[in-house]
Nanobody, 120 residues
Framework: QVYLVESGGGLVQPGGSVRLSCTASREIFSISTVMGWYRQIPGKQRELVATATGGDETTYADFVKGRFTISRDAVNTATFLQMNDLKPDDTAVYYC?????????????WGQGTPVTVSS
């Protein structure tokens, strides 16, 4: 079963913007779910980009502060990552992540990943 579906990646020029979307199934999305975005650059480990709680508390990796914004739409169980002023170093596969509790058990879920390529 697919719990997280991402969209919005693609090719963008340096300095450009792109908005990633992640729709979570209602089974796993609640106010207590922590939604996040990670990325994996080829040849490197997956790294945290940003997280958002149901209380709208957000965290960001230092390398995206001031450029990326994470947000949630509880009505539509969606999470977004607005990425501005993109740099070639931002080229990566971006993954949506959900950290939640189901039936009293902590669970985490990953999306399939959406590639973002920053190049002129």
């Amino acid at each position: 079963q697919v719990y997280l579906v991402e969209s919005g990646g693609g090719l963008v020029q340096p300095g450009g913007s792109v908005r990633l979307s992640c729709t979570a199934s209602r089974e796993i999305f609640s106010i207590s779910t922590v939604m996040g975005w990670y990325r994996q650059i080829p040849g490197k480990q997956r790294e945290l980009v940003a997280t958002a709680t149901g209380g709208d508390e957000t965290t960001y990796a230092d390398f995206v502060k001031g450029r990326f914004t994470i947000s949630r739409d509880a009505v539509n169980t969606a999470t977004f990552l607005q990425m501005n002023d993109l740099k070639p170093d931002d080229t990566a596969v971006y993954y949506c992540h959900a950290d939640t509790v189901l039936f009293g058990t902590p669970r985490e879920f990953w999306g399939q990943g959406t590639p973002v390529t920053v190049s002129s």
